[in-house]
């Protein structure tokens, strides 16, 4: 089909200008000349066209579609007998919901107001509400179906989006959504799309929902925290418990413990020194037996030379020394000192 | 040629154009064409894209759009059964099945999307006042599954069960709506849900009750916190007293065992000869009670003395000493 562009080359149309040149000579010539030139480019860039990498090109004749071009350069009829459409299939497209990216750099900046608040405010299944901000990834998988088949794909593809998520989010607890639920909701709501793509036949192919910021809404937000906060306390207060716990009850095993043994020792030492004394006992006594007046009268005046020398003050007196009485100084034996 | 020659050939090409331009017409791949003759439709509606011949002058082309076109409804706010205010949006899709129908009845698109407007709220309108608010917000009766840490409460309302659900509800929707619209040459391709929110102040009572209700979650929390720590300084004060009781009843065990064989082995030995182990026991008192702050008072009839004053005393009354 492209080759009939060709007809249409520069050459043909330099020719058929020096020909009504030769034939018009005098002063119209070079007005015929000029009208033929610019004609000429005319019909050049309106039979070129060009695909980018990334793109293809839907051509229709006369509104009726005839051909796909892929990338690179592609000549048609000009003049509006074939029109060419270009539609950006290889491109992942994205759309945000509840906030949108004003400049996407290393720290990218967003924007949120009204609009999206609008989108991103939705009621929960146990009738709460929460903000829910997600993207979609999508491709132009049917360029065909993409443009032909509905008017507004892009806007009515927010819609579906919106529709989705509404429902999943309907069907599911808050605290899912905050917690627990999160990719399974993801997951629903894409397979819900997707459905949604192909009941419209859009000939867009849903790649990739991702849930961003789920928040509790605005005025409720301190009270979601309070709730983790509370959850904090009651862990770390436990916790505490424990380790007082295990701080004091390895230390009082251990204490009693030592208590036991010391009682131990002493049960021994106890026995042991019976053991001894009565051995020592069992034998002098073997000993004593053999001659006990003599042992005896020894053993006593041993503890008399042993005892009496140790004594600090010795009196002895005769009974029948009668009418002498004995004189000694009492306050110098006590030690107490006379001034 | 004269001028009156040139004259007659530029109206005759001009007449030409304008007859060629007039007889044929375009229909893109997005379009259908009433052809109407005189403002009187003429066969069926041109639906194959391309290059197509007509009547010059009498006839005309009428285009429409051949694809899914948009209805965006409003928001409306609406009550439900149980007599709550919401904002509902729907969006519509809808396409020109009948364009001859179309154009006859609605003419254009505008007519059309008054038309939509009023058939689509309005049953929209019917389908939610005769259900309650959980029959749009939930799909099924599936469980919510519980977070492990954060045990929810749920109100008496939310936790109803579903007969119809928002699925079931939309469809609903479409199907009432979709009993109107063929009078029209419409066909309503899909009504969905888009947006539901509550009015501003049943909002602000939601919101209240968002809060009492985690606030009622953030003091079980604690008290749970308080209830455990206490229940495990408890579990401690009890193995402490048992740990040292225990250690106290056994110590006492250990050592009265320990005094009882002791006990034994002293008496056991001694009863050999009592006596005697009074005398030596007696001897070591004295070692060990005199010292030298100690007075002894001692007579000399004493037997140790016996010698003191003559060395034959002894014989004459010998006596052991005690």
């Known amino acids: 089909m492209a080759n009939y562009g060709s007809g249409f080359d520069q050459d043909a149309f330099l020719r058929v200008a020096r020909e009504t040149r030769e034939r018009l000579r005098g002063s119209w010539r070079w007005v015929w000349g000029a009208i033929a030139v610019i004609v000429g480019l005319a019909t050049l860039s309106s039979a070129y066209y060009q695909v ?19 990338p690179g350069p592609h000549t048609k009829f000009p003049f509006g007998i074939e029109r060419v459409q270009k539609v950006p299939v290889q ?33 929960t299944g146990d009738l709460n509400v929460a903000t829910v901000e997600w993207i979609v990834q999508y491709k132009i998988s049917d360029p065909y179906k993409y443009l032909f088949k509905l008017r507004d794909v892009d806007e009515t593809f927010r819609l579906m989006a919106e529709a989705s998520m509404r429902t999943v989010v309907g069907d599911h607890s808050v605290t899912e959504l905050l917690t627990v639920g999160r990719e399974a909701i993801a997951a ?14 859009n000939g867009i192919s849903v790649q990739q929902l991702v849930l961003q910021d789920v928040d509790p809404p605005e005025p409720v937000k301190p009270s979601f925290n309070d709730v983790n906060q509370a959850i904090q306390e009651r862990e770390r207060s436990i916790n505490e418990a424990w380790a007082e716990y295990n701080r004091e009850i390895p230390r009082a095993r251990g204490l009693a413990e030592q208590k036991i043994e010391a009682a131990e020792g002493y049960a021994v030492d106890r026995v042991n020194r019976a053991k001894g004394d009565a051995q020592r006992f069992v034998a002098l006594e073997e000993q004593y037996r053999k001659a006990p007046d003599v042992t005896r009268t020894r053993l006593y005046l041993e503890t008399m030379s042993a005892v009496l020398p140790a004594a600090g003050k010795k009196l002895i007196f005769d009974d029948k020394a009668k009418g002498i009485l004995p004189l000694f100084p009492l306050g110098n034996a006590v030690g107490e000192p006379k001034p | 040629m004269s001028l009156r020659g040139w004259l007659l050939a ?48 009498a006839q005309e082309a009428n285009v429409f759009d051949k694809r899914w076109l948009e209805w965006n409804g409003s928001a409306n706010q609406l009550p439900t059964r149980d007599k709550k205010y919401i904002w509902v949006e729907t969006y519509a899709r809808w396409r020109i099945d009948n364009p001859l129908l179309f154009f006859q009845r609605l003419r254009d698109e505008r007519g059309a999307q008054s ?36 045990e929810d409460v749920m109100d008496e309302e939310a936790a109803r069960q579903v007969e119809l659900g928002r699925d079931k509800i939309t469809r609903l929707i479409l199907e009432r709506a979709s009993r109107v619209v063929p009078d029209y040459g419409i066909e309503l391709v899909d009504v969905q849900i888009q947006r539901i929110n509550y009015i501003e102040t049943v909002q602000a009572k939601v919101f209240d009750r968002m809060i009492s209700e985690r606030k009622r979650i953030a003091d ?37 065992r320990g005094d ?9 030995a001694y009863s050999r000869n009592p006596e005697l182990y009074k005398f030596l026991r007696s001897m070591d008192t004295y070692r060990a009670t005199v010292d030298k702050d100690s007075w002894l008072v001692l007579s000399t009839d004493a037997d140790l003395f016996r010698y003191l004053q003559s060395p034959d005393a002894g014989a004459a009354a010998r006596k052991p000493g005690k």
């Open chain 1, 188 to 201: 629903k709501a894409k397979e819900l799309l997707s459905n949604l793509c192909r009941l419209y036949d």
């Open chain 2, 220 to 256: 079980r929390h604690r008290s749970e916190g308080q209830g455990k720590s206490a229940e495990i300084r408890g579990k401690k004060e009890r193995e402490l007293k048992v740990i040292e009781s225990e250690a106290y009843r056994k110590t006492q065990e250990i050592m009265g």
């Open chain 2, 260 to 268: 009882a064989e002791a006990t034994g082995i002293y008496a056991a």
């Open chain 2, 10 to 57: 530029g109206a005759a090409a001009v007449l030409v154009l304008a007859t060629l331009s007039s007889a044929f017409y375009t229909v893109s791949e997005t379009e259908q064409v009433v052809i109407t003759q005189f403002g009187q439709p003429i066969g069926q509606a041109v639906t194959t894209p391309g290059l197509h011949v007509k009547v010059p002058f």
């Open chain 2, 115 to 150: 038309r939509l407007d009023d058939i689509v709220d309005g049953e929209t309108r019917n389908v939610i006042a005769n259900h309650n608010l959980i029959e749009v917000v939930r799909t099924s009766n599936r469980a919510f599954e519980r977070a492990e840490e954060a």
């Open chain 1, 52 to 70: 980018e990498p990334d793109e293809v090109a839907l051509v229709t004749r006369f509104g009726r579609f005839v051909r796909t071009s892929e």
């Open chain 1, 91 to 123: 491109r992942q497209l994205k759309q945000e919901f509840g906030f949108r990216t004003i400049h996407a750099d290393i720290q990218s900046s967003y924007h949120r107001d009204e609009q999206t608040a609008a989108e991103s405010t939705m009621l």
